[in-house]
């Protein structure tokens, strides 16, 4: 663990980097208000933080610069959140204030505030539940005991299900059952099915078919719908303002990355709880071992369904990014929740 007065060091090292996108000496350190140490202190600490693997010297500066391993430090133990501007503020209350019609129109304004207010390239990846509509529902009888269910969507998706039958069951009883499913639920947004099977099949299931509770139960698992991501990108060509990238090579490569949706969605597309960070190295893709991509996700009746995420370079802006970050993913979590409530 570092002292107190390292701990100092590094942060006001890391703040003036993020800001001057120059190496940080002594002298500069030593200037801030917030330090009380003499520049011939800080030099050693700044020595001692290299010698750590906290800090870099480049070749071509008496100055320091942060590694991995700083920011890494600086993030999980010193980062705070920034205030925002009552500017941007509204920008943000703005995004979820207007009656947008769709929520996907939503997520893909997500995208270009969250580009805008940081100034790095954004990618919001959201369920592509928004568009697919229940069109029909087939379930045709193998045997006694199987059946397969043929699901077929508004865009032309047909998801193909082999489910277990009730001991018994007839074919005309299964007829009438698809039926009720086809009169009840044509388009009806597949994220939706379940919760409407329960509001306006289920009684009408108890009066007209035999075994509706075995019935239903399978219906619900078939109807269980696994959303495959959709890719919101803004502000690609972002990086290319930042100093260290200014050099065409070496962003090519991501610039490349970017425009391909299979690629963005390896980078950032595992959904879990909680916001995840990975800092220049950590990153397993060559072409980003640069640069910092931080993810947080938003919710659907508690579950992580989508993700809001931002590339930028290691020398971030963290505090505001993590702001912008959690205000957003709540609020696309409120629509999608109140949407799901029917609200």
Request: hydrophobic share 40%; aromatic share 6%.
């Amino acid at each position: 663990m570092l002292s107190d007065r390292q701990r100092l060091i590094l942060n006001a090292i890391v703040d003036n980097y993020i800001s001057s996108a120059e190496p940080v000496g002594s002298r500069t350190i030593s200037k801030r208000e917030d330090i009380g140490f003499s520049s011939a202190t800080i030099r050693n600490e700044m020595a001692d933080l290299e010698e750590l693997g906290y800090l870099e010297q480049p070749h071509t500066s008496a100055g320091r610069v942060p590694s991995t391993k700083g920011y890494r430090f600086y993030v999980d133990h010193l980062v705070k959140q920034q205030m925002l501007t009552g500017e941007e503020m509204g920008k943000l209350k703005l995004l979820f204030t207007e009656q947008i019609s769709h929520v996907e129109r939503v997520i893909e304004e997500t995208a270009g505030i969250l580009s805008q207010l940081t100034n790095y390239t954004a990618v919001v990846l959201g369920p592509e539940i928004f568009e697919h509509r229940l069109k029909h529902v087939q379930i045709i009888p193998l045997h006694d005991s199987q059946a397969v269910a043929i699901i077929v969507t508004n865009t032309g998706h047909v998801e193909n299900k082999l489910i277990d039958l009730p001991h018994g069951i007839s074919a005309s009883e299964i007829e009438k059952l698809v039926n009720i499913l086809n009169s009840k639920l044509i388009d009806v947004p597949l994220w939706q099915l379940r919760r409407r099977l329960y509001e306006e099949i289920a009684l009408e299931m108890r009066r007209n078919v035999e075994q509706y509770e075995e019935m239903l139960h399978i219906i619900e698992g078939t109807f269980k719908h696994e959303p495959t991501d959709r890719v919101f990108l803004s502000g690609a060509t972002k990086i290319m303002a930042q100093p260290e990238f200014r050099d065409v090579e070496k962003v090519k490569d991501i610039l490349e990355l970017l425009e391909r949706n299979d690629q963005l969605i390896q980078l950032f597309g595992e959904v879990h709880a909680g916001t995840q960070i990975r800092i220049g190295q950590e990153n397993i893709v060559d072409a980003v071992k640069q640069c910092t991509i931080i993810t947080t996700p938003y919710y659907l009746d508690g579950k992580p369904v989508g993700m809001v995420g931002i590339l930028g370079p290691t020398r971030m802006e963290y505090g505001k990014v993590f702001t912008v970050l959690d205000y957003l993913a709540v609020g696309l979590s409120k629509i999608l929740t109140d949407q799901f409530e029917g609200k």
